[in-house]
């Protein structure tokens, strides 16, 4: 069935420095890619989402990447901050649907 | 504008007993989507509803959940009888409304805080 992969599972950064999380995806009609940032004790929330039609979206600190060919899109977090601290999912379309699949999530730490 | 609701925020049952689960969505929003997320795994997806009427309940374990949309408005999501691997979070999501396009795009789904469900 699809499934979407995320690495890594954590994360450590110190203040200032660029995270990047990757997530590749199987189903090769998925047109949709959110991802959500999950603060501890807090319900998740969209950050950031690219459509199959766009290749890179920026908003400040925040950017990500789709590669359709391989499969594969990226978040990219600039100048982390602690606030930046959370557990991120990617997701992924099934298809031509608004259903979506998520990745297991990635754990940021951002050190002062 | 209200956020997504969720009631209980945490339920702690026996195995064999009964729970369930309440997702107030943002106001307007048709479309109510369930997932559920086991410790330290993926948020799955559980199902959605359009206004009242199930689109997709594939993801559902199997038929010891039921869940409701009555009057297209909130929705409830019974587990009866609740079993040890039942336990986790259970999110409910919502969305504007489906563009009816080539390709199909949504609006954002936007999530409730969850509830956390322990079977003992």
């Known amino acids: 069935g699809e499934n979407v992969e995320q690495h890594p599972s954590t994360l450590s950064v110190q203040e200032g420095d660029s995270a990047v999380i990757k997530c590749t995806y199987s189903?090769?009609?998925?047109?949709?890619f959110p991802w959500y940032k999950q603060e501890l004790g807090k319900r998740p929330q969209l950050i950031i989402d690219?459509?199959?039609?766009?290749g890179e979206k920026k908003d400040q600190r925040i950017a990500v990447t789709l590669n359709k060919t391989a499969k594969h899109f990226s978040l990219h977090i600039t100048e982390t901050q602690p606030e930046d601290s959370a557990v991120y999912f990617c997701?992924?379309?099934?298809?031509?649907?608004?259903?979506?699949?998520f990745g297991t999530g990635t754990r940021l730490q951002v050190f002062p | 504008e209200a956020g997504v609701t969720q009631f209980p925020s945490h339920s702690v049952i026996e195995k064999g007993q009964t729970v369930t689960l309440r997702c107030d969505p943002i106001?307007?929003?048709?479309?109510l989507y369930w997932y559920r997320r086991v410790m330290g795994k993926e948020i799955k997806f559980l199902l959605h509803?359009?206004?009242?009427?199930?689109?997709?309940e594939s993801g559902m374990p199997n038929n010891r959940f039921l869940a409701e949309r009555t009057g297209g408005t909130y929705s409830t999501l019974k587990v009866q009888p609740a079993e040890l691997e039942d336990s986790g979070v259970y999110f409910c999501?919502?969305?504007?409304?489906?563009?009816?396009?080539?390709?199909?795009?949504?609006?954002?789904?936007?999530f409730g805080p969850g509830t956390r469900l322990t079977v003992l």
């Open positions: 509803f359009v206004k009242e009427s199930k689109q997709d």
């Open positions: 690219i459509r199959s039609n766009v």
């Open positions: 189903d090769s009609a998925s047109n949709y």
């Open positions: 106001s307007g929003h048709d479309n």
């Open positions: 999501a919502s969305s504007k409304r489906i563009f009816m396009t080539a390709p199909i795009r949504t609006d954002t789904q936007y």
């Open positions: 997701a992924a379309s099934i298809g031509n649907t608004d259903k979506l699949i």
